[in-house]
């Protein structure tokens, strides 16, 4: 068996795609479903190297039965790519509703949190790791947000960079990956191939992928 490829959110287009992708590599892939979204995912048929779950984000139980259910089969994983693409409505504050509010900070940050911490424990037990933290936006850089969605993406990328700075596990290499307006095929083969060849060595950076053919390089670190 070759590395064991943890990643969450098969039910969106890049989660799918990274699945694609890995198991393309040879890799033996654990994919986990959020229950947030109906639409299915023709990847394969479970085999001994494709093992999909099914996760609820609101339940740090849910959490740790998906990761357990990987760690079952395979004993380990290897490499893990934790996805946050926040699914709430575009509405002002004012007109947000508390329900609403509560809800997507369960799912979209504490739900996160869950499954980052149960995957760095993974880590811990076998030795190392590497930990992708992938941050997808289907819009232009600099585009607003409304209110509940910049919460719940920037904390994200602040809990990313408190990890970068905090992480002292020996073995376990964490990255960032950000993208904006980019086509999922594109950008999962850009972290697959980053983390292949720079994700046990390097640790603490965000990559943004930017397309080819535009005037800034496909792969440019940021601070």
Known sequence: MGRVVFV???????????????????????????????????????????????????????SRNVLLTVLNRYERIDEAAILQAPAVERSLLHETSYELIERAVDTWIKGTLF?????????????????????HV??????????LEAVLRGSFKAAAQSLF?????????????????????????????TMQERGGRTSGKWFR????????SPLKKRP
């Not at 299915?40 to 479970?46: D, F, I």
């Not at 992928?209 to 800034?216: E, H």
């Open 8 to 62: 969450s959110d098969v039910q969106t287009l890049l989660g799918e795609e990274l699945v694609r992708r890995y198991l393309a590599e040879g890799a033996s892939v654990a994919a986990t479903r959020s229950n947030l979204e109906a639409r299915e995912s023709p990847l394969v048929s479970e085999n001994d190297g494709f093992l999909l779950t099914d996760w609820n984000r609101r339940s740090p139980i849910s």
């Open 165 to 193: 700075a905090s992480n002292s596990q020996a073995g376990v290499f964490i990255n960032g990956f950000e993208s904006f307006s980019t086509q999922p095929r594109e950008f999962a083969e850009f972290i697959v191939q």
């Open 115 to 135: 499954l980052i911490k149960g995957v760095l424990e993974a880590f811990g037990r076998s030795g190392g790791g590497r930990l992708a933290l992938v941050h």
């Open 209 to 216: 992928y930017q397309p080819k053919g535009r005037f800034l």
């Open 138 to 147: 289907p819009q232009e850089a600099g585009t607003d947000f409304p209110p």
